[in-house]
């Protein structure tokens, strides 16, 4: 069997896969980039999330120099592929004076302005979810678009050369031992046989597995996480609201296809570990939906049910700290297993440090680029106007998982990955 080279292998195209396409091509490298398709249902966990630009403030204390990176790189992201947040407000409570004290005094580490508002003021705003004597403060945390992000890496990877492969769901790369092979594995797509200088996988939940078809130990985990999203019934008029206390998190999303209408996207802390096996299905439990519906007011809680909701289900996939506790700090590590080299593993934590993991990866790679390290202003970050706006084309979906009929999966329903089955909620599929 005939195998094609190439200088860098990318598998997975979510926010870290894609970004990392488009800096390797644009330093020179020869990329090949496979993702499962998106098309007909989002595989990527970037495409199923809640959308939400961190500020680093819900992180301050548990990963406090990731937090102090998550906005500015949060931003540049942003910038650099032209992607524009929903406008404000974002919206923080808490119920305790002590809670609100201690925040203040995270935001002030954080160097991130926050102000509080008035009874009044948060009970207009807030709306059907307020909670009378809560602490609610304006935060620079915003609703933002991944699916555009994905959308303008993608093309802008494509664009300097870089080779996009969509894959069918029954057919994902497989990681292949092959002790004759320079780096002792090859990437394996179907019939096809590939080998690169490096390979980087960025695959998010399916990361596990493909590091055990190598053999190599890993400290990674995937956990379920419910999310619902109803039409948003203007009972809020925050584009974000997040408790600190209950965890409750509630960001508002425009529409794909139903242009001038909005969904409010609802998750909480709450969240299931998986197998890596397990993490190719994505059905919820009643049980599951109804913890996040009881974190909801009452008013808020009977209008959804009444005018229906869509359940979905994300993947969030964290190494675990040297405490063996799971955490939301990006992972970027060369593979470690005997006889294997050059094989890397990218996990962002958040779609946020997706651009901080991508540069972290194009540092190990020794591949040149012009972000900077950290503690540097990066420069040649993306002027506006400077990269075409190449959105809107139709190339890649520009849809959210809110945005696809059939992904209202609950427990005794099918999800092996079958393109064909769409048994989604019926109330309102776009
Ligand atoms: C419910 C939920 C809410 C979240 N909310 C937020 C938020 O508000 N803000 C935030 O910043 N972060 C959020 N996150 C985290 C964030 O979504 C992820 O950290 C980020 O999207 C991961 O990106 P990724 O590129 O690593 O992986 P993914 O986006 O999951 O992409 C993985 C890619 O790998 C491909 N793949 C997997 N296995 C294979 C294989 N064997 N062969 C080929 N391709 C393969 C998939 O097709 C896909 O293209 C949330 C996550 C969840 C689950």
Same mark, same amino acid.
């Given at each position: ?291 996040? +519906?009881?974190? %909801? /007011? ?6 959804? #049910? ?6 979905? &289900? *994300? @993947? ?47 540092? +190990?790679?020794? %591949? /040149? ?6 503690? #540097? ?6 002027? &506006? *106007? @400077? ?44």
């Amino acid at each position: 069997m005939i195998k094609n080279e190439r200088d860098l292998i990318i598998i997975g195209g979510g926010v870290t896969g894609a970004i990392l396409a488009y800096l390797a091509a644009k330093a020179g490298a020869r990329v090949i980039l496979f993702r499962i398709s998106d098309k007909n249902r989002p595989f990527a966990d970037t495409l199923r999330n809640h959308g939400w630009m961190q500020s680093g403030l819900l992180y301050a204390v548990s990963i406090p120099r990731e937090a102090a990176r998550m906005r500015r790189w949060g931003k540049l992201m942003l910038d650099m592929f032209n992607v524009i947040p929903l406008p404000g407000p974002g919206i923080f409570r808490m119920a305790s004076e002590a809670r609100a004290e201690k925040f203040l005094q995270e935001a002030a580490r954080l160097n991130i302005r926050v102000e509080l508002y008035s009874e009044a003021e948060a009970q207009e705003i807030v709306g059907a979810v307020h909670e009378s004597g809560s602490f609610n403060f304006a935060v620079p945390d915003r609703p933002f678009n991944p699916a555009d992000l994905v959308d303008s890496a993608l093309i802008r990877a494509e664009m300097e050369g870089a080779e996009i492969i969509d894959l069918d769901p029954g057919c994902p790369v497989e990681l292949v031992r092959e002790s004759s092979e320079p780096n002792g594995f090859i990437v394996r797509v179907g019939d096809n046989l590939y080998g690169a200088g490096a390979t980087v996988i960025c695959a998010g939940a399916g990361t596990p597995r493909l590091l055990e078809q190598v053999g190599a130990e890993h400290r990674i985990r995937v956990f379920r996480s419910t999310l619902l999203s109803a039409l948003d019934l203007n009972l809020c008029s925050a584009s974000l609201l997040v408790d600190l206390d209950t965890g409750l998190s509630l960001v508002r999303h425009p529409s794909q296809v139903m242009p001038g209408l909005y969904h409010d996207v609802i998750g909480a802390r709450n969240r299931v570990l998986l197998t890596s096996h397990e993490a190719a299905h994505r059905v919820v439990t009643q049980t599951e939906i109804d913890d996040l +519906l009881r974190l %909801l /007011p009452a008013a808020y809680r009977e209008a959804i #049910e009444r005018e229906g909701f869509k359940v979905n &289900a *994300g @993947h969030k996939t964290e190494a675990l700290n040297e405490k063996d506790e799971p955490t939301a700090a990006p992972y970027v590590e060369e593979v470690k297993a005997v006889g294997i080299r050059q094989l890397f593993v990218g996990l962002p934590g958040k779609a946020t440090m997706g651009l901080w993991t991508a540069k972290s990866l194009m540092d +190990l790679l020794r %591949l /040149p680029h012009s972000l900077g390290p950290d503690e #540097e202003e990066p420069k040649g970050a993306a002027r &506006a *106007g @400077h990269q075409p706006n190449t959105n809107g084309t139709e190339q890649y979906p520009k849809l959210m998982h809110w945005d696809y009929p059939g992904e209202d999966k609950r427990e005794g329903q099918n999800d092996e990955g079958d393109e064909s089955i769409q048994d989604g909620n019926s109330e309102y599929e776009n």
